[in-house]
């Protein structure tokens, strides 16, 4: 399989008033099309810090990340916006529905940002697929944790990213719900041929990744 | 703004503007009042000034009283030339004069100073006289010492109809009362005046003082004439008179115009002001929403949308709102016109009626678009301080104002065509810039006030309260609205408090200051014959009257050292009223008390044949005027030459008997008598 993403000696300082710290150091790491990582390590590890700067979100201090062949550290914010906006989808631990969308608008809000013909219905289809059909028109604030985080995958996977980056996915559910979520996740990435990238403190779901990198003080162990 | 990618991306901008627009309009309530009551003031403004001034336009002729209107001004005029008008034309001749109107028969008989018109029997020419009763006006024309009174007269004086009311010596019979007239432009419509026939003048025997009476002769053409070709024999007719003024429709009621349009700069001014404060409000509560939405925003950032488009997306709400708002503010302002007209058909006989204008509406939706986007900008420029990575880190701080020099030369491009909206084509273009520029002060004055707070309170050792404590930590920390609070309340309570001044100050002008200083009457064109009569009549009504009597005469500046005078003065000076008709002048022996000389000297008794003129010094100034000119005089008829010889200070607005020019008395009694 061939490489989908490559950080090559990545490093992430924050600066704080004169000092300087550390986030990530030297980061050297290849994600192949198709390859599920799980990435583990103890709070303030680097971990979401590595998520972030994979999903452009963040700039690194030095270093390249090459997607899909194309180096992402030099673009401006909207040009990582369009990758992103096509090739990363992206899963929070809180969820982050849009309050006052439904779920659908929610779902159906990637897929119009892409250009689908029928967002609306694509949203549903999606939504049924993750026993959703009930809750359609429901508000995040009517759903539990368990349907948010359900809507929340399908928003992220919607347009069938390349690339999907999940921080603490199950982090804010109990263990049915942890177990559903998980299953769902790794399902749809193995039916879609997606990679995946997931930060997780939970051992049993970073076991059902093919690879498990572990960080610890910035650095891949 | 940041430029949009495609159509497509911007429809797909609109439709989720107006889908947050519709779920999100509630937390934006404030906004959307504020917004309302400031364009609803501004378009009732735009609406009542547009429909009044519509119906100037469209009655016009009502208003002038003709399709023409020779005016004479102070002079008869040459009853030949107006003889020729009335070969082709209906002519109706009217004359106006002021004097005192009394009630008779009481116990205590009050008088009050009326302006009273003369009217023959085809006036109005155009339009409608409303009286009441009945007949009224008929039986004016036909019956002897009658007269018809307006309303304010009626009320002022509580005069009933029948009542007998003396003018000068004779007794009138208030026969009716008048509700309006239609050529208010060249009289008064306000104030006291009465209609009388033309007969009065015989009655009055008002004749001989001439030049108080105010000639003017209404005409209107035939109805097959073209009024082009009539205009220009009317104007081929009069063409060698000098004292004629020959008015048409589209100069009518340019007195009134006038008042409209500096009201309505007034309001308009001070409306823009309570616009621009409710800004600052305005800013505040965008503030609040788009940090309500500060995840929504960075949800929005991690599924790709550009921070450009985010932006576009809350402007175009904004937009969308505000064209909503808008509609409705100029549409309800509509419901004000039937208000207006109640009062402007009582006081001037017009109706007015709601006028739709896409220009007002233009003009009103781009001001509000001005104020939005002005302070709207720093607002929603903080949306790129909204970064998607903290829904990673599940922190949202709060966001403030962003001020980058894009957006800083933006809102000063935005303002900048703001105060030239109401600058250019306003009334007095320099007053409201003035007012622009006292804002401004202001809004400077109240934020240095806003960081003086901060100062002192960052001083001050609170004591063990609590609430006191966080309540001066928050006014005095980094980025607090403190100043923007300061400088909002500072400016509203700044223009209320003007307003209620300029208001007091007026009525205490009115009601105190002139009354202490100006004569508790004045009397005109009293015959040199009946001097003494006309003195003893007041001192037996009041032994103690203080009288003072000045000599008068008619006169006009012909010439000035040889000249034309318009060649030393403008039409928009100050002082171009002395040569704008013929001025009452007068002699005395003495310098008056409240007329220092500021320059040359009184008369010189050694030379009684030579006319000397004592001139105002600013008239002096705004002509250029030097000591020793020659100003050549029309006197009677007779061109007479006279010398400049000292400069008065003269302060018309103490009221008593002031004169632009003072002949010495030894030549004027000489010539005028």
């Given amino acids: 399989m061939s490489a989908l993403l490559k950080l090559k000696k990545i490093n992430l300082k924050y600066q704080t ?167 769902i996740l790794f399902k749809y990435v193995k039916e879609e041929g997606s990679s995946l990238i997931m930060v997780t403190h939970d051992p049993k779901l970073a076991d059902k990744a093919k690879r498990k990198i572990k960080i610890k003080d910035g650095k891949i162990k | 703004m940041e430029k949009l990618n495609n159509p497509s991306e911007f429809s797909l901008i609109f439709k989720y503007a107006l889908k947050d627009l519709s779920r999100n309009y509630h937390k934006i309530s404030s906004i959307i009042v504020t917004l309302f009551i400031s364009l609803f003031i501004l378009s009732a403004i735009f609406t009542i000034e547009d429909s009044l001034k519509k119906e100037l336009n469209d009655n016009a002729k009502a208003l002038l009283g003709g399709d023409l209107e020779i005016d004479y001004n102070r002079n008869q005029g040459n009853l030949d030339l107006v003889k020729k008008v009335k070969e082709f034309a209906t002519v109706s001749q009217m004359i106006e004069f002021s004097t005192m109107l009394s009630t008779t028969g009481r116990e205590k008989n009050k008088s009050l100073f009326t302006r009273i018109k003369t009217v023959d029997e085809k006036y109005p ?27 304010s007269l009626s009320k002022t004086l509580n005069i009933k109809i029948n009542e007998i009311v003396k003018v000068q010596d004779q007794n009138f019979t208030v026969i009716g009362i008048i509700k309006s007239v239609p050529d208010v432009s060249g009289f008064v419509a306000f104030g006291d005046w009465a209609l009388a026939g033309k007969q009065t003048l015989e009655i009055l025997k008002l004749n001989g003082i001439g030049s108080f009476l105010n000639y003017e002769y209404k005409v209107k053409f035939n109805d097959n004439d073209k009024p082009e070709e009539i205009e220009k024999r009317i104007e081929e007719i009069f063409k060698e008179d000098q004292k004629v003024k020959l008015r048409y429709p589209e100069n009518s009621a340019s007195g009134i115009k006038r008042i409209i349009n500096n009201f309505s700069q007034f309001l308009s001014l001070v409306s823009i002001s309570a616009m621009l404060i409710a800004g600052i409000g305005i800013a505040n509560t965008l503030l609040s929403f788009i940090n309500q939405n500060n995840m929504s925003i960075a949800v929005r950032k991690a599924v790709g949308f550009y921070s450009g488009n985010i932006k576009t997306l809350y402007y175009l709400q904004l937009f969308i709102l505000l064209f909503i708002i808008t509609v409705v503010a100029y549409g309800s302002s509509f419901l004000i016109v039937p208000i207006a007209d109640k009062y402007l058909s009582d006081g001037l006989g017009l109706n007015v009626y709601p006028v739709f204008s896409l220009l007002n509406f233009l003009k009103i939706f781009l001001v509000g678009l001005l104020v939005l986007v002005i302070f709207s900008i720093p607002t929603i420029s903080s949306i790129d301080q909204v970064k998607a990575s903290n829904l990673f880190r599940n922190v949202f701080q709060n966001l403030q104002f962003y001020y980058s020099k894009r957006s800083v030369v933006l809102s000063f491009v ?8 109401f600058t ?42 609590i609430s006191l404590k966080v309540s001066i930590k928050n006014i005095t920390q980094t980025k607090s ?16 408090l003007t307003l209620a001044l300029v208001g007091t100050n007026f009525q205490r002008e009115i009601a105190k200051s002139i009354p202490d200083i100006a004569p508790d009457y004045f009397f005109v064109g009293i015959q040199k014959g009946e001097r003494e009569k006309f003195e003893q009549g007041i001192l037996n009504m009041d032994p103690n009257a203080s009288i003072e009597i000045v000599p008068m005469v008619s006169s006009g500046i012909v010439k ?97 008997i002031n004169f632009a020019m003072l002949f010495n008395p030894q030549f004027a009694k000489k010539n005028t008598s």
């Fill in chain 2, 481 to 496: 609205i403190t100043p923007i609070t300061v400088m909002s309340l500072g400016l509203g309570v700044t223009l209320l």
């Fill in chain 2, 414 to 421: 935005l303002l900048s065509i703001l105060i030239l909206l």
């Fill in chain 2, 125 to 151: 020419l155009y339009g409608n006289v409303v009286y009441e009763p009945m007949g009224a006006y008929e039986r004016m024309q036909k019956e002897p010492n009658t007269i018809l009174i307006n309303e």
């Fill in chain 1, 17 to 183: 008033g004169k000092d300087s710290i550390s986030v990530l150091k030297n980061i050297d790491l290849n994600i192949k099309k198709k390859e599920t990582v799980s990435v583990v390590g103890e709070s303030g590890s680097g971990k979401t810090s590595l998520i972030m700067l994979i999903g452009g979100l963040e700039k690194p201090t030095s270093g390249k990340i090459i997607f899909n062949d194309q180096e992402i550290t030099g673009l401006n914010e909207d040009e990582v916006s369009e990758i992103r906006k096509k090739n990363i989808g992206i899963i929070f631990q809180s969820f982050y529905l849009i309050p006052n969308y439904t779920a659908v608008e929610n779902v159906a809000l990637t897929l119009e940002l892409n250009n689908f013909k029928n967002p609306e219905k694509e949203a549903k289809i999606l939504l049924d697929r993750f026993g959703l059909k009930h809750r359609f028109n429901n508000l995040p604030s009517q759903l539990s944790g368990g349907e948010q985080q359900r809507v929340a995958i399908a928003r992220a996977i919607a347009m069938k990213p390349e690339l999907i980056l999940a921080d603490e996915p199950t982090g804010n559910l109990d263990t049915e719900n942890s177990i559903m979520i998980a299953n």
């Fill in chain 2, 424 to 465: 250019i084509g306003s009334e007095q273009p320099s007053y409201s810039l003035g007012y622009f520029a006292a804002f401004f002060v202001c809004l400077i004055v109240f934020f240095l006030l806003s960081k003086l707070i901060i100062f002192f309170l960052k001083k001050f050792k609170s004591s063990s309260i």
């Fill in chain 2, 560 to 656: 000035i050292n040889g000249v034309d005078p318009n060649t030393y003065i403008k039409p928009d000076n100050d002082s171009y009223w002395v040569i704008g008709s013929e001025r009452r002048s007068s002699w005395m022996e003495n310098i008056p008390e409240d007329n220092p000389i500021l320059e040359g000297k009184w008369w010189d008794l050694s030379n009684p044949d030579q006319l000397q003129i004592s001139l105002d010094a600013k008239v002096a100034k705004d002509f250029n005027i030097q000591l020793g000119d020659i100003f050549t005089l029309n006197i009677y008829g007779r061109e007479i030459e006279g010398k400049v010889i000292n400069f008065r200070e003269v302060d018309y607005r103490d009221l008593s």
